[in-house]
T-cell receptor, first 112, second 110 residues
């Protein structure tokens, strides 16, 4: 049973436009969420996070929105750049232990 | 400061062979993790450690063993490799921070 879901395996966006990556979760005990970015042949790298006490966190071109009532978060990238082409994972710390639960990832392609 | 280093980067094994994947971190992190990444399944936790000398099972521990004899190293062992263990393996570490990942080991079992 996937506790963190990313229902879009892939997304293509034109350079300069907005990219919106979605993530849904089932466990209401999650209190912190992270987004990771992964390039081919590299490990995932931390991108941005949000605490459940907030509904928005912004870092440059990246903004994460959290809707707790819908158990939904989204990552907005504005403007999108070709270098943003990567796989993006949504993740949350497990409330039951010192580990993290990851979604299956969304592959973003930004077309020049 | 190398961060998290995984060796080897690639390996091909025959069914039944054994091997050990090594993860080393130089950030003095307490927590260390082994994940596997498979298409459409994201990152699944195999085993993890909350400190030197400790290990715990994750979501998919069967067929793997781990050891954390030194704080900076976390070893993942496959005693008898199976084709289902063909995957990309990632090691990660942290303290009170997001996970820091290595660049992965691509393992193929034929």
């Amino acid at each position: 049973d996937q506790q963190v879901k990313q229902n879009s395996p892939s997304l293509s966006v034109q350079e300069g436009r907005i990219s919106i990556l979605n993530c849904d979760y089932t466990n209401s005990m999650f209190d912190y969420f992270l987004w990771y970015k992964k390039y081919p042949a590299e490990g995932p790298t931390f991108l941005i996070s949000i605490s459940s006490i907030k509904d928005k966190n912004e870092d440059g071109r990246f903004t994460v929105f959290l809707n707790k009532s819908a158990k939904h978060l989204s990552l907005h990238i504005v403007p999108s750049q070709p270098g943003d082409s990567a796989v993006y994972f949504c993740a949350a710390p497990s409330p039951y232990g010192q580990n993290f639960v990851f979604g299956p990832g969304t592959r973003l392609s930004v077309l020049p | 400061n190398a961060g998290v280093t995984q060796t080897p980067k690639f390996r091909v094994l025959k069914t039944g062979q054994s091997m050990t994947l090594l993860c080393a971190q130089d950030m003095n992190h307490e927590y260390m993790y082994w994940y596997r990444q498979d298409p459409g399944m994201g990152l699944r936790l195999i085993h993890y450690s909350v400190g030197e000398g400790t290990t715990a099972k994750g979501e998919v521990p069967d067929g793997y063993n781990v050891s954390r004899l030194k704080k900076q190293n976390f070893l993942l062992g496959l005693e008898s490799a199976a084709p289902s263990q063909t995957s990309v393996y990632f090691c990660a570490s942290r303290n009170n921070s997001p996970l820091h990942f290595g660049n992965g080991t691509r393992l193929t079992v034929t």
